[in-house]
């Protein structure tokens, strides 16, 4: 398994618990220290289409029963996410996102502009409504990265930190200290960074801030997300942000989002930073007078259809792919792991994983 963010950890911790002797080599010296830690941990359902919501709902599912077990310190938390709605054109989104989740028996209310100010009372006044999705959780991702590759080792399985693959072959990994390590197959779930190892693949990186406060609890009572987040999500070319806040079982906020195509440094920019900021007091004018304690960024890893890579890396029998997640990595994480071993260990899987078949998504890179 080359890469222990949350999809790699996932994917370890599935294919070892059925039977196979696991290695994970992660660049970094811990689990979860990429993209996963730069991810909110929204366990979200969503509805772009038919397969994201196969595979998010799947994943789901999967999650509340991990949740049983996961430690304190992943700190999940059951707190459902709502939909913000800033005006009558985006209420009527939320009127056609209900009957979507309505026909597919995922909990959701719709809430007027009143009930909308009772849910959350820190949002700023005139919003036309929102859509209540009960079933949404969060978590903090790098623990439950790090719990997932846990689980992986207590089977037999090696873990080694530090170590940077280099290259990969149809009979192992050679490290960067030129180390070579056999593999009967070779998972590569390094996020945006799998095109270093698997070149031909159409998988490009979105850079994301993030910031966090101080601990006020009770500020911020379940996910928010603007509706228009879904159309900045979407676009392929333009930077942008979007009102997107999670309350943390510590009390803290955690406040998001923003994308930008084309950057690949990770320096936090002031100007991306303060329009973000800037979109969260304009849903909520009280986060302006609170303190922020740290910020950060990460690298999304996009596809061109907003749909993973998930199986045999096309033109080799022994290298499977599990990256281009863009924002959804935590959330299918671990559906995800449970079709790559599926695929690799010949079973039936709960939902088509056609969808999600590399082949679909091979480009020539220059």
């Avoid at 693949?201 to 601990?215: M, S």
């Avoid at 309350?247 to 440094?265: A, C, H, K, N, Y």
């Amino acid at each position: 398994m080359v890469g222990a963010g949350i999809v790699g950890a996932a994917c370890a911790k599935e294919l070892a618990e059925a039977g196979l002797r696991v290695a994970i080599c992660e660049q970094n010296g811990y689990a979860g220290g990429g993209a996963t830690a730069a991810g909110m941990g929204h366990l979200a359902v969503m509805d772009d289409s038919d397969a994201q919501f196969a595979l998010t709902s799947y994943s789901q599912s999967l999650w509340r029963e991990l949740a049983q077990e996961l430690p304190a310190e992943a700190e999940y938390l059951a707190c459902g996410a709502l939909w913000v709605a800033a005006d009558e054109e985006e209420l009527r989104e939320v009127e056609r996102k209900f009957r979507f989740y309505q026909n597919r028996n995922v909990p959701a209310e719709i809430l007027d502009s009143k009930q909308l100010a009772e849910a959350e009372p820190n949002l700023r006044a005139g919003l036309a409504g929102g859509l209540l999705l009960t079933a949404d959780s969060v978590c903090y991702p790098p623990c439950a990265a790090g719990y997932l590759t846990k689980r992986a080792a207590a089977t037999g399985g090696n873990i080694f930190f530090g170590k940077k693959v280099t290259e990969v072959s149809e009979s192992g990994v050679r490290l960067e200290d030129n180390t070579f390590l056999t593999a009967g197959l070779t998972v590569i779930a390094t996020g945006a960074a799998a095109v270093r190892l698997a070149p031909e693949i159409d998988v490009h990186p979105r850079k994301g801030h993030l910031a966090i406060t101080d601990r006020y609890p009770g500020f911020v009572r379940h996910q928010l997300i603007e509706l228009g987040y879904l159309k900045n999500a979407h676009s392929t070319t333009a930077d942008s942000v979007a009102f997107n806040v999670q309350p943390r079982v510590t009390g803290q906020i955690l406040i998001g989002s923003s994308r930008q195509f084309g950057v690949e440094d990770a320096v936090a920019e002031g100007p991306m930073l303060s329009n973000m900021l800037a979109r969260a007091i304009e849903y909520m004018p009280a986060i302006a007078d609170l303190s922020t304690i740290r910020v950060w960024t990460g690298f999304r890893a996009a596809t061109p259809d907003n749909l993973p890579l998930i199986g045999a890396r096309p033109g080799y029998r022994r290298i499977y792919l599990a990256t281009g997640h863009e924002g959804l990595g935590i959330s299918t994480s671990l559906a995800t792991a449970s079709l790559l071993a599926d695929e690799i260990l010949g079973r039936d899987s709960a939902i088509p994983r056609s969808p999600y078949e590399p082949s679909r998504s091979v480009a020539v890179h220059a």
